[in-house]
Structure formats: structure tokens, C-alpha cells
């Protein structure tokens, strides 16, 4: 049984840092894309960033360049989202997902399996 789990949000202060991860089980994902997701309250999930199979091309939404980085852990099954200079907006709950194929791609319907999801909070 393939199974997602997020950890690691909390609730800063903005300009804080946050490092979320997620744990795959289940299977390996060495030949898939990864993907950071979120939603905020009453608003649609959106993407946030993804990371090809093997790590080489990172895709980011254009309000976390330079603020976000995805990086993953293949050996232990592990993907990283480190979140720099948080900003009240970026709260939200965050999902991680395995994507169908090995490409970096935005749209959620190419997504798999999913976690259960992190709430990030940051306060201004």
C-alpha cells in the first residue's frame, strides 16, 4: 500500500524558515516526479514546485522562486521542501504527491498518490 505522509509544518512568523518533508512507502519512486502542493482555506489547490526523477529539472510556481527549493532523497524515498523567507500568503496545507510519469510537471492531474497533507501557518 503506497502511503505519503508530510511533516515538518508548524506556525512562524514571516521571513522565518520551514523545512517540510515527505516519506514514501509503499514502493520506490526512483523513476517519478515529485511535487509540493498546497491549499489555503476556501481557495483552490495550487503547485507549488516538482522535481524531475532524478533531480536534474526543478519546476517552481513563479511566487516561490527564489524563496522555495525541492530537492529529494531517492535511496530513502525522501523529498524536501525548504521554504525561505515565508510571507503570511504562503499559508496553507501542504501535500506532497508522486507524479504518473518522470517529468516535472504543474498540473495536479498528473499526480498519483498523495499525502495526507501539513498546515503551515506564518503570522505577520
Known amino acids: 500500500q503506497v502511503q505519503l505522509v508530510e511533516s515538518g509544518g508548524g506556525l512562524v512568523q514571516a521571513g522565518d524558515s520551514l523545512r517540510l518533508s515527505c516519506a514514501a512507502s509503499g514502493r520506490t519512486f526512483n523513476g517519478n516526479a515529485m511535487g509540493w502542493f498546497r491549499q489555503a482555506p476556501g481557495k483552490e489547490r495550487e503547485f507549488v514546485a516538482a522535481l524531475a526523477w532524478n533531480g536534474g529539472f526543478k519546476n517552481y510556481a513563479d511566487s516561490m522562486k527564489g524563496r522555495f527549493t525541492i530537492s529529494r532523497d531517492n535511496a530513502n524515498n525522501l523529498v524536501y521542501l525548504q521554504m525561505d523567507n515565508l510571507r503570511p500568503e504562503d499559508t496553507a496545507v501542504y501535500y506532497c504527491?508522486?507524479?504518473?510519469?518522470?517529468?516535472?510537471?504543474?498540473?495536479?492531474?498528473?499526480?498519483?498518490?498523495w499525502g495526507q497533507g501539513t498546515q503551515v501557518t506564518v503570522s505577520s
Open positions: 504527491a508522486v507524479h504518473r510519469r518522470p517529468w516535472a510537471t504543474p498540473n495536479s492531474a498528473d499526480y498519483s498518490y
